[in-house]
DNA sequence: GCCGACAGATTTTTT
DNA sequence: ATCTGTCGGC
């Protein structure tokens, strides 16, 4: 085995050398956090102080956490590797739940009710509460109800401090949406921590037992965890207290959906005498983006200083690009991607990042117009299809036939003549009689020989795979189940009928790599996008800012750089979103290793028609040394048309976004007007803050 | 219970 | 511009 402290700086040594009690990493961008994790595992493994199951490590997506158990493969060996625990919150807490579900509200085979299944049922609730989905959407219920729940606030606790007529539906779905939850024994995403923690902080035998098994707790991306996540490891940290926690403040984006990024910010003072170690040295981008990246996040004051710093002195300008419109943009980014590939580039060096998902599409049809190979990460999950979420209803039923979630889907999907009434009866008449919903389908008392008729595929095929399920590959039990069912015949002529049966192939190709179907279901439950993402490198990756995080690219182009898109519009007058919205800027700013384009449009459309657009108020912080500025043709001749000859010095009726002429600099866009201080970007110059009241 | 036509929202980010 | 949910007629 390789001694896990070769190749490592001085304070990642330092880091992976810090063994036992609390230890606090701050690691910036690109500082080799990943490699700290894992060769600190090593370490632990390496010298004996820790055996392989005593170490539990939680990542942020399960694709971190198939790296890291990677890398520790290669460093200690296959045979150990596997031993650890590793995984995501959620992972561990479905792991806790399934293991100790005897002290838990929900049985063994509970399912995973995801944010969609979870609206419907808010939905449901609503509709049997007479609340109006018009003026109080499902949706808006149900990030209220989720808040809540990361915040640890029970039903009554939030129906007490309701201020809003919607949190007051809110409140009142609350605890009906619980219940709901419960007769589907289900847990959402919220659920597969708190009940976990629940489960912990009350039965002490239970956390003793985990807390021997576990001895030390490693964390990644710790600024990002949020209130139960945090309580979670806290109840399962030992008195040895060793937990190592890793993370930046500068990166923590998550804060929308509860995260607090106190907890990296306080951990010295929760647990005093702590090792603290700070990664500065950055590994991955040149100097000019790490300065602009730095001057970015500089501007922010809710955090820990800190300024990163490389080796690397060269490097290419960051590039600015000024364009009309959200299509010229797609357009002089996919030229950009192509000049890049044809210089010698791989496609799968590039990320396209932007703020929503929304603006993928343009990117996505000029992509494919020029042939260059790309693939969307998020929007609509694989996983999300209805094609997939159908056939996996379908599975879901053999592991657990009184899934009414799982029922209903594919009764809607594939039963003519039933709906929700019929759907309702069944639900009682198993609950009063004491029989699975399934069973219940072959009932005399609850249905038409007609409709049992109409269920008699569906039935067979659950039956026969639970016969088989046992000793067969879940491949071949799939098909078996989709074929039989009539699932896949159902497919035939419908919609997009091609697209939708070669996702169930891709489904089945999936599931073959699975020996039995609960773990099966859980994963598919629990697995994002990104996660997704194969390291083939060879086509350009288009995600949000927030997919971004954690990867790097030899070339980003972070485009709708834009007041109202980043910062984004719900942002603006809040101070400490703002404050996120910037390093969120920053998070992709820091994902590019060799060159970054910051490109803003003067146009965008949106809802079908094309608005105005201001560019970013964060592109005024660039530092002017570092940067390049491209008006991308069309606007310089718009400029030329606009050429004040020394007129650029009267404000009167300038505004942001606006493109002048400079007699000094030639064409720019003005990104600010502050008093008579104005801020633009010139073609070759960069950024430049001129004063108005001075003569040209 | 089903289907088509229309109205309305949608766009912040995700395990 | 597109998608989703609702409503009315069958």
Same mark, same amino acid.
Not at 131 to 136: A, H, L, Y
Not at 616 to 626: G, M
């Given at each position: 085995m390789q001694n896990a402290l070769t190749s490592l700086n001085e304070k990642q040594r330092e880091a992976v050398a810090a063994l036992h009690g609390p230890v606090l990493v701050l690691a910036g961008?690109?500082?080799?956090k990943t490699r700290v994790l894992t060769h600190r595992l090593a370490h632990l493994i390496g010298t004996k102080t820790?055996?392989?199951?005593q170490l539990l490590a939680v990542t942020f997506t399960n694709k971190a956490a198939a790296e890291m158990r990677a890398r520790v493969s290669a460093l200690v060996g296959e045979a150990a590797a596997r031993q650890m625990a590793l995984g995501t919150f959620h992972g561990l807490g479905v792991r806790l739940l399934r293991a100790q579900h005897k002290y838990a509200?929900?049985?063994?085979?509970f399912t995973i009710v995801d944010t969609t299944d979870s609206e419907r049922l808010i939905r449901e609730a609503c509709t049997s509460l007479n609340?109006?989905?018009?003026?109080?959407t499902p949706r808006n219920i149900r990030s209220m109800i989720s808040k809540a729940k990361s915040t640890q606030t029970s039903p009554e606790a939030f129906a007490a401090e309701v201020q809003s007529p919607i949190a007051e539906a809110a409140a009142r779905v609350y605890p009906l949406y619980e219940q709901l939850l419960a007769q589907n024994d289900g847990y959402d995403f919220d659920d597969l921590i708190i009940a976990p923690l629940q489960l912990l902080a009350e039965h002490e035998a239970v956390r003793r037992r985990y807390q021997q098994q576990w001895r030390w707790l490693s964390v990644d991306e &710790?600024?990002?965890?949020?209130p139960p996540q945090d309580a979670l490891l806290k109840l399962l940290?030992?008195? %040895?207290?060793?937990l190592c926690a890793v993370g930046d403040d500068y990166q923590a984006i998550y804060s929308w959906r509860g995260a607090q990024v106190d907890h990296i910010l306080q951990f010295e003072t929760q647990f005093p005498g702590c090792t603290t170690i700070y990664l500065?040295?950055? &590994?991955?981008?040149t100097s000019p983006i790490l300065e602009a990246a730095n001057q970015i996040i500089?501007?922010? %004051?809710d955090q820990k200083h800190k300024e990163l710093w490389t080796d690397e002195k060269t490097g290419e300008a960051v590039q600015v690009l000024a364009v009309t419109s959200d299509r010229a943009e797609a357009s002089s980014v996919c030229t950009g991607v192509q000049d890049a590939i044809e210089a010698?580039?791989?496609?799968?060096?590039c990320a396209i990042l932007y703020?929503?998902?929304?603006?993928s599409r343009a990117f996505e049809e000029e992509l494919m117009l020029h042939n260059i190979p790309y693939q969307i990460v998020g929007g609509i999950r694989f996983y999300d299809r209805a094609e997939i979420k159908d056939a996996m209803a379908i599975l879901h039923l053999t592991v657990n036939p009184n899934s009414a979630l799982a029922l209903e889907r594919i009764t809607k999907a594939m039963?003519?003549?039933?709906?929700l009434k019929t759907i309702a009866r069944i639900k009682l008449y198993a609950r009063e009689h004491k029989m699975s919903l399934i069973e219940a389908l072959s009932d005399d008392a609850v249905l038409t020989s007609r409709l049992q008729a109409s269920y008699a595929p569906l039935t067979r095929a659950l039956a026969e795979a639970q016969s088989q399920l046992k000793d067969s590959p879940m491949g071949a039990t799939m098909e078996q189940l989709l074929k039989g069912s009539g699932y896949l015949a159902s497919?035939?002529?419908?919609?997009?009928s091609e697209e939708r049966l070669e996702n169930i192939a891709e489904l089945i190709n999936v599931a073959a790599?699975?020996?039995?179907a609960a773990s099966f279901i859980e994963d598919v439950a629990l697995m994002s996008d990104i996660d997704q993402?194969?390291?083939?490198?060879d086509r350009v990756l288009c995600m949000t800012l927030h997919a971004a995080k954690g990867l790097e690219f030899e070339q980003v182009w972070l485009v709708g750089c834009e007041e109202g898109l980043l910062p984004h519009r719900n942002s603006i007058d809040r101070p400490a979103e703002l404050e996120e919205e910037r390093r969120l800027l920053y998070v992709g700013m820091t994902r590019a290793k060799r060159q970054l384009t910051l490109s803003h449009a003067s146009t965008r459309t949106l809802h079908g028609e094309s608005l105005p657009q201001a560019p970013?108020?964060?592109?005024?912080?660039?530092?002017?040394?570092?940067t390049q500025t491209d008006l991308a043709g069309e606007a310089t001749a718009a400029a030329l048309d606009d050429t004040i000859t020394g007129g650029l010095?009267?404000?009167?009726g300038r505004d942001v976004g606006e493109i002048v002429s400079h007699p000094q600099f030639g064409p720019g866009v003005i990104i600010q007007i502050s008093g008579s201080l104005i801020t633009c970007v010139f073609e070759g110059h960069g950024v430049k803050t001129l004063d108005a009241s001075m003569a040209a």
């Open positions: 961008a690109g500082s080799g820790a055996t392989p199951q509200p929900r049985s063994a085979n609340i109006s989905p018009q003026q109080v &710790y600024q990002d965890t949020n940290l030992g008195p %040895e207290q060793n500065t040295q950055n &590994y991955r981008s500089a501007v922010n %004051e010698g580039g791989a496609a799968g060096e703020r929503t998902n929304a603006q039963i003519v003549g039933v709906g497919l035939k002529d419908v919609e997009r790599g699975y020996t039995d993402t194969t390291d083939a490198k970013s108020r964060f592109l005024a912080d660039l530092p002017e040394s570092v010095w009267d404000l009167e």
